[in-house]
T-cell receptor, first 114, second 112 residues
Framework: DAGVIQSPRHEVTEMGQEVTLRCKPI?????LFWYRQTMMRGLELLIY????????DSGMPEDRFSAKMPNASFSTLKIQPSEPRDSAVYFC????????????FGQGTRLTVV | GENVEQHPSTLSVQEGDSAVIKCTYS??????FPWYKQELGKRPQLIID?????GEKKDQRIAVTLNKTAKHFSLHITETQPEDSAVYFC???????????FGTGTKLQVIP
């Protein structure tokens, strides 16, 4: 397996634009996590899916953020409209079964909003 | 919800010395405690984990200890090498919520 695949690796966008980050989890994993990493706040869990269903989105910072998982092999994180403070590295991770098994991280998307 | 605190935030050691990173957690229902290593510009990767039914686990130069009564767990790296330099994150699951909460990370620098 190629591991968790994220795209794009880098994204530079202007404030106010819509940004869509994509993730393909490892086949057979039923849990998917979106994290945001910044120097100030560390690694924050944004949202967690189990069997394609959002279980906990309490980490989503505000309504500008939304996430979907239409099937077991694809998830998106959308920011609309984007703001400079959204600049961060966004990681997607998947695990075989929830939070009590190893999480495999994608390579991340470095988002810069100017 | 779970709250995980991690100390120290930075740690410098001489090559060959030991390094210890400590974490505390708040949710007594937590049962799974992984440690991740993140090298500069790369993704976090699991290096060792421990479950609540054991008190210690070793893997070569790395060991983790868990004290469920006190709600703290620690990472021990012996005979440190320059390639151990990275940011280390502890984490704890949240019982029934099935998610993992990460500590704030420890930047370890091993000086040759």
């Amino acid at each position: 397996d190629a591991g968790v695949i994220q795209s794009p690796r880098h994204e530079v966008t202007e404030m106010g634009q819509e940004v869509t980050l994509r993730c393909k989890p490892i086949s057979g994993h039923n849990s998917l996590f979106w994290y945001r990493q910044t120097m100030m706040r560390g690694l924050e869990l944004l949202i967690y899916f189990n069997n394609n269903v959002p279980i906990d989105d309490s980490g989503m910072p505000e309504d500008r953020f939304s996430a979907k998982m239409p099937n077991a092999s694809f998830s998106t994180l959308k920011i609309q409209p984007s703001e400079p403070r959204d600049s961060a590295v966004y990681f997607c991770a998947s695990s075989r079964e929830g939070g009590n098994t190893e999480a495999f991280f994608g390579q991340g998307t470095r988002l810069t909003v100017v | 919800g779970e709250n995980v605190e991690q100390h120290p935030s930075t740690l410098s050691v001489q090559e060959g010395d030991s390094a210890v990173i400590k974490c505390t957690y708040s949710d007594s229902a937590s049962n799974y405690f992984p440690w991740y290593k993140q090298e500069l510009g790369k993704r976090p990767q699991l290096i060792i984990d421990i479950r609540s039914n054991v008190g210690e686990k070793k893997d070569q130069r790395i060991a983790v200890t868990l004290n469920k009564t006190a709600k703290h767990f620690s990472l021990h790296i012996t005979e440190t090498q320059p390639e151990d330099s990275a940011v280390y994150f502890c984490a704890a699951d949240s019982g029934g919520y099935q998610k993992v909460t990460f500590g704030t990370g420890t930047k370890l620098q091993v000086i040759p």
